[in-house]
């Protein structure tokens, strides 16, 4: 089936430093989107992504969708320390919310 | 808050058993999903609703079942069940399928088999 690779697996920071993180694909997924997991929680959508070079922030969040379809890339600007969590990129081959392809996670620590 | 609520929150049972999770939507949406987490699998799509009838499947094995009521609430039925059953089981809800992918997630029920 589809996968996508997620890296880092984990990444352990300062805070105020930036943090990057991608995912990639051998197929191409037509919506990316990137999820975040606090403990004890659901993942929370973070930003979405509906075409190929599309660049999007929020807040301090910036992702973008990349031109092949094929890969996407999440950027944390000044971390703080409720940025700690798992990070999830997610892909949808249809595009939508149908059948989402979730990457295994980028679990996110910041050191105060 | 996400508004999607999951029951139980907890459960633990032994192998062979069968057990009910349930999942009440936002207020308004009409589509279900179900995913397991597990450590070395990572968010697993189960399978979707919409509107009571069933939209689309994943990795859902023969043993589970799932199934949305006329009031959008839905039950995921896990039966025969076995140690690598254990893991976190999501309900998530949207609109509508085409909903550009925003998922509204619950908070989950932790499945321990033992």
């Known amino acids: 089936g589809q996968q996508l690779n997620q890296s880092p697996q984990s990444m352990f920071i300062q805070e105020g430093e930036d943090v990057s993180m991608n995912c990639t694909s051998s197929s191409i997924f037509n919506t990316w989107l990137w999820y975040k997991q606090d403990p004890g929680e659901g993942p929370v959508l973070l930003i979405a992504l509906y075409k190929a070079g599309e660049l999007t922030s929020n807040g301090r969040l910036t992702a973008q969708f990349g031109i092949t379809r094929k890969d996407s890339f999440l950027n944390i600007s000044a971390s703080i320390p409720s940025d700690v969590g798992i990070y999830f990129c997610a892909g949808s081959p249809q595009g939508g919310s149908e059948k989402l392809v979730f990457g295994k996670g980028t679990k996110l620590t910041v050191n105060p | 808050d996400s508004g999607v609520t999951q029951t139980p929150k907890h459960l633990i049972t032994a192998t062979g058993q069968r057990v009910t999770l349930r999942c009440s939507p936002r207020s308004g949406d009409l589509s279900v999903y179900w995913y397991q987490q597990s450590l070395d699998q990572g968010l697993q799509f189960l399978i979707q609703?919409?509107?009571?009838?069933?939209?689309a499947k994943g990795n859902i094995l023969e043993r589970f079942s799932a199934q949305q009521f006329p009031d959008l609430h839905s039950e995921l039925n896990l039966s025969s069940l076995e140690l690598g059953d254990s893991a976190l089981y999501f309900c998530?809800?949207?609109?509508?399928?085409?909903?550009?992918?925003?998922?509204?997630f619950g908070e989950g029920s932790r499945l321990t088999v033992l």
């Open positions: 609703y919409y509107n009571g009838e069933e939209r």
């Open positions: 998530a809800s949207s609109v509508a399928p085409g909903s550009g992918g925003e998922l509204f």
